[in-house]
């Protein structure tokens, strides 16, 4: 297999299709699913923002958060890992679903914002925090043996991390993040899933540690972003 493998398509549509090749062959997915979070609010943004207040855009809204773990669950190996970020108000619901198709929630790790958007910062905390689910498959309920390799003297859920500009995705993570998860979780040539790749920072991750990476992309624009992101010094396959 090539070691880059991008799809502009349905994840749900993709993720059925892969099961016919690569069933029991991902090592670790790492996704950033829509949050079904963004509204029309009366307060704006950062000014060096390119979004107005919490509006992402269409692609957040009215999104069916769970689906797609039953499709991608099929693909992970025995005692893989899979991480899901999402809002705190879905996780249990992401929770309930993944156990049901055989993914076990480990831990709720917490990435810690260094540089948070103040919105109104009279009224409210402010919102420095995000979350995401780490959870093991074992169709047999008892994971065994996932790969984890310790950084540091031990592992903590809670993540230092930045806001990163909205220039190529208005809800882009920090690749320092996605490095240290795919250290922890993963090997060198290990195959690496993201159902939703936006602009490609997992794949970009991998792409430093020499891991194999199969990105699934539905917005054309963030596609191509990720593509040309991902083109440089790398073997790569695209699906349209």
């Known amino acids: 297999m090539e ?14 299709s892969l099961c016919d090749t690569h069933k029991g062959l991902v090592d670790c997915i790492i996704t950033d ?3 079904n979070i963004s509204r029309e609010t009366n307060f704006s943004s ?9 509006d992402f855009g269409e692609w957040d809204k009215d999104f ?3 689906q797609f773990i039953s499709y991608a669950s099929p693909l992970l190996k025995e005692n893989g890992n899979m991480v899901i970020f999402n809002a705190w108000e879905n996780l249990g619901d992401i929770k309930r679903v993944c156990e049901e198709n055989h993914i076990f929630v480990k831990r709720c790790l917490v990435l810690n ?3 948070p958007a103040p919105f109104n ?7 420095d925090v995000e979350f995401a689910l780490w959870g093991v498959k074992n169709s047999r309920g008892n994971p065994t043996g996932w790969t ?5 003297v031990f592992e903590k859920c809670c993540i230092p991390a930045t806001v990163q500009s909205s220039e190529l995705h208005p809800t882009m993570k920090d690749v320092n993040v996605i490095l240290k998860l795919v250290k922890i979780l993963t090997n060198e040539d290990d195959l690496v899933l993201d159902c939703f790749m936006g602009s490609g920072t997992t794949g970009v991750a991998c792409k430093i540690l020499q891991r194999r990476f199969i990105g699934i992309e539905l917005d054309k624009h963030y596609f191509e972003i ?3 992101r991902l083109s440089k010094s790398v073997q790569m396959e695209l699906f349209n």
């Open 3 to 16: 070691n880059v493998t991008l799809y502009n398509g349905d994840c749900v549509e993709v993720l059925g």
């Open 33 to 35: 699913p829509p949050y």
């Open 46 to 54: 950062m000014a060096s923002a390119s979004r107005n207040g919490m």
């Open 64 to 66: 069916d958060i769970t």
């Open 113 to 115: 914002k260094s540089n």
């Open 121 to 127: 910062r009279d009224r409210m905390f402010v919102n």
């Open 148 to 152: 984890f390799n310790r950084q540091d």
């Open 226 to 228: 990720a593509s040309d």
